[in-house]
């Protein structure tokens, strides 16, 4: 067929948007429209009034009305899939009919983000196969210009592109889609749910050529996550896991929530990185300022660096108040063992079962969950493994802290009976991989005293715990009533730039000062502390640590409300955003069939979290501290419907 030219310019050589989920022409808040910074960033591509494509197929967040969402969270189902072709012109730009018709509806909608001006025109081939054209966010004239049933001619002027006070908000642009289907009025989804893009793209074809463009010339890649799968295979090692029977394609991060390569929400209830939020804005403006200035080490002064470890150590107990800084965790209590046995000049070290400090060689061999599970080297013969607590449904009676102390306690004793002392207990101050366990009252000053009247030092590995997880308690030592000698933190510093920390007392720090220089390459760099500065502003601009503290009582009430009503739910344990919930079968024992049967519901519910514990049966929820009231609610709706299905209950 050949088509009159629906512009008078030329659209070949019109530069192609990427409006996608993670496309630079796409405006950064996925959930609020910014529309200021979406017409900047389209004026940027269309200089002096040219054209711009926006393609079809394209998955897109820029959809933000409750009319385009399933229900009131943002997680519960969205339509994102664009179903025509845009093209970015001038307002008042004539729009031509490409082919004969009539008219089959035309309005003009006030809605916000809506079509503005509508036409849709009726076409029927020689061979009798009847198909549509719809023309979006036109000038409102175009209401007066047509009625329902007129005859249009090719090349005739039908409409004038709408401005942004009548064309429902958008930058002046026509939306451009084909219909193999009759719709009732103008009102048709210009937008499909990706769920339903198979059926949608055969109701609504590419109508590039009806644009005298080459079919696809601007269509979306098709999302590739098999291929891509297959890369991973080819190039990755096979022990580099992945998530869920069907892994997820991660495009992009906002605050509480994650964004597929087609745009599908899915509510963040597991990844502790993101300490205030995904790709937030103080953070992410922090970071590239910096880096655009310079981005260097710490054998330099630098008043951000200063800044940094005075502003970080403000915020621990009097006395620690000398930071190494590191790039993680692992990094980070590395760095502790070492420290910690210049200090006393010993090695042997007393550790929790189940615990877990990092990836390195040292590291490795300080985590009972590491070396003493699949290819695990075996315990290495100056590491001691103490009883971790491990709490019962009935709660924490009043003997568990002496009882689990006195684990330690033998350890101690069997350093001595070799004839040495220990260099220094580490623990994780509320074990996360053995099950996100609160521990019972007294418990570490109980162990604390006992290993420091032996000789050696306390480290508080608070990676999982530190900087408001628990609430208006910043660190998990403080629930204790004591403080660490060496407190090691990593992954909420840099709220996903590679960041930690080392922080202990000025007499250990000289001791480590043996002539040996310290020095990593990347801790506390300049990048990375201008990333630690904006994490502790905005904990202390948004109230983080207050609404970590608000927000898990909510949802711990609800959960313990739920475990009432089923027997698989063992137990409920946490405090602030650091919870976890025990699965069990039906006699009552650790179930990780259960526990996975969960995790994989709720990804089909938009909903992540993980598991761990030694049983890998405890439900492992530890969100962004942004996690809101509607999001917990979201998150026990979800657990109530699964929770209450039959074979659940039965524990089956």
């Known amino acids: 067929t050949t088509f009159a030219p629906i512009f008078d310019a030329s659209l070949h050589d019109a530069p192609i948007l990427d409006l996608s989920v993670a496309g630079n022409d796409a405006p950064d808040d996925p959930i609020l429209l910014d529309k200021a910074q979406l017409f900047q960033r389209i004026e940027e591509r269309t200089p002096y009034g040219e054209a711009a494509l926006g ?9 933000t009305d409750a009319g385009f969402f399933a229900g009131t969270h943002p997680a519960s189902g969205r339509r994102t899939i664009h179903l025509g072709i845009d093209v970015f012109l001038p307002a008042l730009t004539p729009v031509h009919a490409p082919l004969p018709g009539r008219v089959y509806s035309v309005a003009a909608t006030p809605e916000d983000l809506g079509y503005g001006g509508v036409l849709v025109l009726r076409h029927e081939t020689d061979c009798g196969v009847v198909f549509f054209s719809l023309y979006g966010h036109l000038a409102h004239e175009v209401t007066t210009r047509h009625r329902v049933g007129d005859p249009v001619q ?3 002027v039908i409409a004038l592109l709408g401005g942004e006070a009548e064309n429902g908000g958008w930058p002046p642009h026509l939306h451009l889609q084909l219909g193999l289907f009759e719709a009732d009025g103008p009102d048709w ?33 098709e999302a590739q996550r098999h291929a891509l799968a297959r890369r991973r295979a080819t190039s990755s090692p096979r022990n580099l896991t992945l998530s869920y029977d069907v892994p997820l394609v991660i495009e992009k991060g906002w605050k509480s929530l994650l964004f597929d390569e087609c745009g599908r929400t899915f509510l963040d209830a597991y990844n502790n990185v993101p300490h205030v939020g995904h790709a937030h804005p103080r953070v992410t403006d922090a970071v590239s300022r910096q880096i655009a200035r310079v981005n260097t080490n710490t054998r330099y002064l ?16 009097d006395g620690l108040d000398v930071a190494f800084l590191v790039t993680s965790g692992s990094e980070g209590n590395d760095l502790a063992l070492r420290l910690a046995q210049a200090a006393t000049g010993a090695r042997d070290t007393i550790i929790l079962e189940n615990g877990y400090h990092g990836h390195t060689c040292t590291t490795v061999d300080l985590s009972h969950y590491k070396f003493d599970g699949p290819g695990g080297a075996g315990q290495r013969n100056w590491v001691h493994v103490a009883t971790a607590p491990m709490p019962e449904p009935t709660g924490w009676h009043p003997d568990h802290a002496s009882h689990y102390a006195q684990s330690v306690t033998e350890r101690l004793e069997d350093i001595a009976a070799c004839g040495r002392k220990p260099a220094c207990f580490v623990a994780e101050t509320f074990p996360s991989v053995g099950g996100q366990v609160v521990p019972p009252p007294g418990y570490l000053k109980a162990v604390y005293a006992g290993v420091r009247a032996a000789g050696g030092l306390c480290i508080a590995d608070e990676v999982q715990t530190g900087l408001g997880r628990l609430g208006v308690c910043a660190w998990g030592f ?8 060496i407190v090691v933190l990593g992954k909420p510093l840099g709220n996903g730039y590679p960041l930690g920390a080392v922080v202990t007392t000025r007499a250990i720090a000289d001791e480590f000062a043996t002539g040996m220089e310290f020095f990593s390459t990347f801790g506390g760099s300049s990048a990375a502390c201008a990333a630690g500065l904006a994490v502790l502003h905005v ?114």
Not at 55 to 63: F, M
Not at 302 to 314: K, P
Not at 543 to 565: D, I
Request: charged share 25%.
């Open 539 to 652: 904990l202390d601009a948004e109230g983080l640590a207050l609404n970590a503290e608000t927000v898990g009582v909510h949802l711990l009430a609800g959960l313990r409300h739920l475990q009432s009503t089923t027997p698989t739910i063992r137990d409920v344990r946490g405090m602030g955003l650091f919870i976890g919930v025990e699965i069990a079968d039906r006699n009552g024992a650790p179930s990780r069939h259960h526990a996975r049967h969960v995790v994989e519901r709720l990804r089909g519910r938009h909903i992540l979290i993980g598991t761990d514990g030694p049983h890998d049966n405890v439900l492992k929820i530890r969100p962004p501290l942004c996690f809101s009231k509607d999001d917990a609610d979201f998150l026990l709706d979800a657990l109530t419907e699964i929770f209450n299905d039959r074979l659940m209950q039965e524990g089956r």
């Open 55 to 63: 393609r079809y197929g394209e998955p897109r967040l820029i959809y």
């Open 478 to 485: 403080e629930t204790q009533d004591v403080t660490p000698d």
């Open 154 to 156: 090719a090349g005739d």
């Open 302 to 317: 630098q008043s951000i660096h200063e800044s940094y470890v005075e502003a970080l150590t403000s915020r621990l107990p």
């Open 189 to 221: 989804p210009g937008v499909a749910d990706p769920d339903q893009w198979a059926v949608w793209r055969e109701r609504s074809p590419d109508p590039a050529p009806m644009l005298g463009l080459p079919p696809g010339h601007a269509r979306a890649p």
